[in-house]
Each structure stands twice: as C-alpha cells, then as structure tokens.
C-alpha cells in the first residue's frame, strides 16, 4: 500500500524557517500531483499547496503565498515544504498528500503527519 | 471561492444507528465532492469521491450523493471504529481544496 512518511517538524520562532519533506513508496511518484494540507490543534483540515507531477506547477492557498515553496525531487520520491516567515497561526499538524489520479489534486492517500509549533 | 458548509457540526448517536451528514457548496460543484474519515489522533482516510463512488477497501456502510451544491453522507449500522470526525471536500476548483469544517460522531 501506498506510504507517506512526513518529517522536519518540530519548535521554530515566529519569522523563522523549517523544511518539511515527505518520503514516498510503493507507487510512481512522479505521475501523481501532490499536496499538503494542515490542520490547527482542535481544528479542521486547510489545504495549503498542491504540486503537479512533474514539479512543474505549484499551486498554494493565499494564507502562504509567498511565504511557502512546494517542490519535489522525483529521483528520490520525495516532497518539500520550505516554510519562511512563519507565524504562530502556522502552529498545525502538515500532512503529505498524494493525489488521486495523474491529473486530480485531491487525496487518496495521506500521510501520518509532522507537527509544526511557531512560538517564541 | 468556494465554501463548504457541514452540518451537524457534531452529533451523538448509538452503535447500530445510521447517521446522516450534509455538506452544501456555495456553488454548483457537479460531483466534485469528497468524503473523509478522521479518526482521533490519525491522519484522513478517504472514503467517497465523486459525491458516490466508494473509495476501494472501505465498506459498503458508508454511502454518498448529491451533485450541484447538496451533498449526503449515509453511515449504516454504527460501530464503534466508526466514531469519529467526517470532512466534505470539494474539487471542482482542483488544485486548490476546500474542506468543509467537520462533523464528529460522538457516542450517545
């Protein structure tokens, strides 16, 4: 079966930075979009990018945009989340996504998660 | 942009019961309609895409429909693996994702 395996989270200042990656198996990870998407301590899901499969469309929600960079390495079936600028309302749970179909952004199979604190 | 509206917001409902969860669009989203299960301290599970398709490996209980702006979720036969918070998603704006804010099944 499809594994996500997120890492990188951890206790970061407001302004800071942290990279997220997310190591994927047992499927071809170049042909699938993928995506992460958060969820805030006791709230709801908040997707907050998209990448296409080949890496070369990036898609984000307004609350990162210009702050947060999706990209990929498709030799070593890994994806990136480079946060800068953070803000205590970055605080989440980020998952990793793998889309549904060679065209379809949205999830099929998600990942266990990596915790993100932003606090000083 | 798109907005999904849940409700109930949270329910309670007893081993055996069926349950009924509504999801509205803001506007017509045909059948770009998701269905997820999150269990407590876990990540989603998809359950239903296309508003009714079952995702393969999830069980029949578990039903969707709807298309333009009304959408259902149907859990049949309540068990306890089952309590837990359910999320609407819609794709018709893909690659941008928009959640609605969640149902939890609690026990009565």
């Known amino acids: 079966e499809v594994q996500l395996l997120e890492s990188g989270g951890g206790l970061v200042q407001p302004g800071g930075s942290l990279r997220l990656s997310c190591a994927a198996s047992?499927?071809?990870?170049?042909?699938?979009?993928m995506s992460w998407v958060r969820q805030a301590p006791g709230k709801g899901l908040e997707w907050v990018s998209g990448l296409s499969g080949s890496g070369g469309s990036a898609y984000y929600a307004d609350s990162v945009k210009g702050r947060f960079t999706i990209s990929r390495d498709n030799s070593k079936n890994t994806l990136y989340l480079q946060m800068n600028s953070l803000r205590a309302e970055d605080t989440a749970i980020y998952y990793c996504?793998?889309?549904?179909?060679?065209?379809?952004?949205?999830?099929?199979?998600w990942g266990q998660g990596t915790l993100v604190t932003v606090s000083s | 942009d798109i907005q999904m509206t849940q409700s109930p917001s949270s329910l309670s409902a007893s081993v055996g019961d069926r349950v009924t969860i509504t999801c509205r669009a803001s506007q017509n989203i045909l059948n770009h309609l998701n269905w997820y299960q999150q269990r407590p301290g876990k990540a989603p599970k998809l359950l239903i895409y296309a508003a009714s398709s079952l995702q393969s490996g999830v069980p029949s209980k578990f039903g969707g429909s709807g298309s333009g702006t009304d959408f259902t979720l149907t859990i049949n036969s309540l068990q306890p693996e089952d309590f837990a918070t359910y999320y609407c998603q819609q794709s018709y704006t893909t690659p941008l994702l928009t959640f609605g804010g969640g149902t939890k099944v609690e026990i009565k």
């Open positions: 996504a793998k889309g549904a179909d060679s065209s379809g952004y949205w999830p099929d199979y």
């Open positions: 047992r499927f071809t990870f170049s042909t699938y979009a």
